[in-house]
T-cell receptor
Framework: QKEVEQDPGPLSVPEGAIVSLNCTYS??????FMWYRQYSRKGPELLMY????GNKEDGRFTAQVDKSSKYISLFIRDSQPSDSATYLC???FGGGYQKVTFGIGTKLQVIP | EAQVTQNPRYLITVTGKKLTVTCSQN?????MSWYRQDPGLGLRQIYY???????DKGDVPEGYKVSRKEKRNFPLILESPSPNQTSLYFC???????????FGSGTRLTVV
């Protein structure tokens, strides 16, 4: 079993839809959770990070962490064609331990 | 412009011929890391560094070497490349690794 599970998709939605992207993980020691966006032939770009459980909002993006269920989500409101990309979740244990574990990424297509 | 610069962007080499992929960041970041990205496997951490002369192994360190002699540079060395090291490589840096990384544009390596 992988430490971090993420549905690779692809996920196709119409423009303006609310998108929900999710990851589950098996190691309860993960403390920091990140979401990256990766366009084709580009490096990943950090969207948001959260510490422990709770919600964090940044514009049209909301990150949610439920540590009791070992489940994290990224919501995109009013999705745009420019949001079409692969979304990667990532997590770390915190402290000085810098090992980063990524999900495989979910490919999202927003159709105009 | 704040960035992580990798060189070369594309490289084709033969089995066993030593090569170095350079990485430089201009943000005075403490943390730097190397990843490889493969279809179906996602991003996997090769090595990371928490400061000058401080490095540690990630998930897939076999066949790779790194050094951190200066804060801004973190080269990846393949002493004897093999075809299974054909991949897309990313260098990344962070002021504090748990809050996410800034990635370079990637190096596509083919070993024949």
């Amino acid at each position: 079993q992988k430490e971090v599970e993420q549905d690779p998709g692809p996920l196709s939605v119409p423009e303006g839809a609310i998108v929900s992207l999710n990851c589950t993980y098996s190691n309860s020691a993960f403390q920091y959770f990140m979401w990256y966006r990766q366009y084709s032939r580009k490096g990943p770009e950090l969207l948001m990070y959260t510490y422990s459980s709770g919600n964090k909002e940044d514009g049209r993006f909301t990150a949610q962490v439920d540590k009791s269920s070992k489940y994290i989500s990224l919501f995109i409101r009013d999705s745009q064609p420019s949001d079409s990309a692969t979304y990667l979740c990532a997590m770390t244990f915190g402290g000085g331990y810098q090992k980063v574990t990524f999900g495989i990424g979910t490919k999202l297509q927003v159709i105009p | 412009e704040a960035q992580v610069t990798q060189n070369p962007r594309y490289l084709i080499t033969v089995t066993g011929k030593k090569l170095t992929v350079t990485c430089s960041q201009n943000m005075n970041h403490e943390y730097m890391s190397w990843y490889r990205q493969d279809p179906g496997l996602g991003l996997r951490q090769i090595y990371y560094s928490m400061n000058v002369e401080v490095t540690d192994k990630g998930d897939v360190p076999e066949g790779y070497k790194v050094s951190r002699k200066e804060k801004r540079n973190f080269p990846l060395i393949l002493e004897s490349p093999s075809p299974n090291q054909t991949s897309l490589y990313f260098c990344a840096s962070s002021p504090q690794g748990n809050y996410g990384y800034t990635f370079g544009s990637g190096t596509r390596l083919t070993v024949v």
